[in-house]
């Protein structure tokens, strides 16, 4: 998570969507960087909304952050966790999916009780809009780095050169159209808000 105070922007850090690339070109620019632990690092928007904001407003009397976020297309999503896992160094370890299919793996993240290697979350519930109507202010899709990059370039008032990290291994993936129906058909939330961005 990237908070820069005077322009009011708090950059929230969904997993597998680039942002560790952001961190690195923004740190230096950003008024607080959230780097550790990974609940603080990747803090959904209501955990945001629990504790960060109630901080911003009380201590630096502050009421009008806006949040930024970006979503990658589900199925992209799930094959970047399936690639992210599949490092050499996960080999033998229980999160690994080093022996597994993607449309199995991708079944195991439809079940309601998920198995370890396949319990990483979920974009609809990390950006999901508050009962109190309250949501992400800007939600880029991760496909529209252009847009994305011109907001913050503007935005922050500078140049931004990103390099390439925390890069899941090349990998050509496959859902069959069975699995990807199902996918589709259990999580229609995130196909929702995906397909809501504008």
Not at 112 to 123: L, R
Request: net charge neutral; charged share 25%.
């Amino acid at each position: 998570m990237l908070v820069f105070m005077t322009e009011r922007l708090v950059f929230l850090s969904v997993p597998k969507t680039g942002t560790t690339a952001f961190e690195t070109a923004l740190a230096s620019r950003a008024d607080m960087v959230v780097s550790n632990p990974p609940e603080l690092k990747h803090a959904p928007f209501y955990r945001y909304n629990r504790f960060f904001r109630p901080m911003f407003e009380k201590a630096c009397k502050v009421n009008d952050m806006e949040t930024l976020a970006v979503m990658r297309e589900p199925v992209d999503w799930l094959g970047s966790w399936y690639r992210y896992r599949q490092r050499p160094f996960m080999k033998g370890q229980p999160n690994a999916t080093h022996d597994m299919s993607f449309d199995d793996f991708v079944l195991a993240y439809c079940e309601d009780k998920k198995p370890g290697f396949a319990n990483v979350g979920s974009q609809a519930r990390f950006l999901e809009k508050q009962q109190d109507g309250e949501a992400v202010s800007h939600l880029f899709r991760y496909e529209d780095q252009p847009g994305l990059i011109g907001f913050l370039e503007d935005r922050l008032k500078l140049k931004l050169q990103l390099a390439r990290e925390n890069v899941s291994p090349a990998l050509e993936l496959h859902l069959s159209p069975k699995v990807e129906a199902r996918l589709k058909e259990v999580r229609a939330e995130e196909f929702a808000l995906y397909n809501s961005i504008a």
